[in-house]
């Protein structure tokens, strides 16, 4: 976590970090919402407005054309690799600054501000940056740690309650990948406060928890896989409500992912069902649930699409209890129906 501050100085923070950047070495991204964080947090640094890029909100505008337009700023502005690119924003800001900041010559300095609830406990840490292409989402990316991420609980309080709620669901999940306590501690944040210094010291070991499984597998080729807990069905539910007319956050489509593997975990791994009940009624309670019924071919279809799923059924991580994961677990198309319809 060296490379992780969390403060609620961030301005302090930053000028510290850039003292001796200077004026034409720092470059700045940010979205059409979180520009207006910039003046504030560069009050007291050496900037200019003409080094900065503004891209368009949303998943949408995470494409080759808007990291274009960072690559382009950065080539017409001179910049070098010395020089520093500053995201500021949420995971699409980070995600598309991070591979701007990862390719430009071949590599500059990248700092990330995360400004969701979502980047700061996921998207800014752990060096997967990239973008969607084709409809394919972080088709293109590489992966790329930043220098340094600030961590601040300044942003949260006007973020809106959903997006609020979609973070919190991956924090729910490291939650049930380390133990009990913390597990609890996130439920019982559920209406916060945000800007806390308790909910501050709960991001950190959220953050903690992704952390030290990033470490022991940067690449996803083991242990990494556990963050995907949640997200086999969570991404499969994500992308078909793209396609419907009320597409659902990240993190609320994964919530519902976390549901149903649960379900699965109690099936086949024996997770505790006690705990289960309380992740469902939670769950139950803050996040948009819906019925599978008229869906659940078509989910099917979309994880049997997966490029991480093969004959021997579908791939899910599973839990066996609170803090014990268990990766490669095949599923059958009746056992997943059954963990959308069945509970
Ligand atoms: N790299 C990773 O490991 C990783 C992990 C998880 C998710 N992601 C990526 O992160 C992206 C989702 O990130 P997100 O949920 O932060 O979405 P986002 O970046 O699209 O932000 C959501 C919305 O909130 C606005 N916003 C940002 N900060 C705000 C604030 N403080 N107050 C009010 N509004 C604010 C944004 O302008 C945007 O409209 C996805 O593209 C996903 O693929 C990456
Ligand atoms: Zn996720």
Not at 97 to 102: D, T
Not at 228 to 253: K, Q, R, Y
Not at 255 to 267: D, F, N, P, Q, T
Request: charged content about 25%; overall charge negative; some cysteine.
């Amino acid at each position: 976590m060296e490379n992780i501050v969390f403060t609620t100085d961030v301005d302090k923070t930053l000028a510290g970090l850039l003292q001796d950047v200077g004026q034409e070495r720092l470059f700045v991204v940010a979205d059409k919402n979180t520009v207006v964080f910039c003046d504030k947090l560069l009050e007291n640094v050496d900037w200019t407005p003409l080094n900065m890029a503004v891209v368009d909100c949303g998943e949408e505008h995470k494409s080759l054309e808007s990291v274009a337009g960072i690559w382009s700023l950065l080539s017409r502005r001179g910049a070098r690799r010395s020089s520093v690119l500053l995201c500021v924003g949420g995971g699409t800001v980070t995600d598309m600054g991070g591979f701007a900041a990862a390719t430009f010559k071949r590599g500059m300095r990248c700092i990330n501000i995360p400004t969701t609830l979502l980047a700061q406990v996921d998207a800014s840490v752990g060096g997967k940056t990239g973008f969607n292409f084709r409809g394919l989402k972080n088709e293109i990316g590489v992966f790329a740690e930043p220098e340094q991420v600030i961590i601040s609980p300044r942003f949260l309080s006007s973020l809106p309650r959903e997006q609020f709620l979609s973070g919190l669901a991956e924090m729910l999940k490291h939650g049930l990948l380390s133990d009990e306590e913390h597990l609890e501690r996130v439920m019982a944040h559920v209406n916060g406060p945000v800007e806390s210094a308790d909910f501050l010291r709960l991001v950190r070991d959220s953050v903690s928890v992704k952390e030290r499984i990033v470490r022991q597998d940067p690449r996803e080729k083991g242990a990494r896989k556990a963050l995907n807990f949640g997200h086999t069905i969570g991404h499969a539910i994500e992308s078909l409500s793209l396609s419907s007319d009320c597409p659902l956050l990240h993190g609320e489509a994964v919530a519902l992912g976390i549901r149903a593997e649960l379900y699965l975990s109690v099936r086949k791994k024996g997770f505790p069902s006690s705990c289960y009940g309380r992740i469902r009624d939670f769950v139950c309670q803050y996040y948009p649930v819906r019925s599978f019924e008229s869906q659940v071919d078509a989910l099917l279809e979309l994880m049997m699409h997966d490029k991480k799923n093969e004959q021997a059924g579908i791939n899910f991580t599973l839990l066996e209890e609170v803090g014990k994961f268990s990766i490669n677990n095949y599923c059958t198309p009746e056992e997943i129906k059954e963990a959308l319809l069945g509970n």
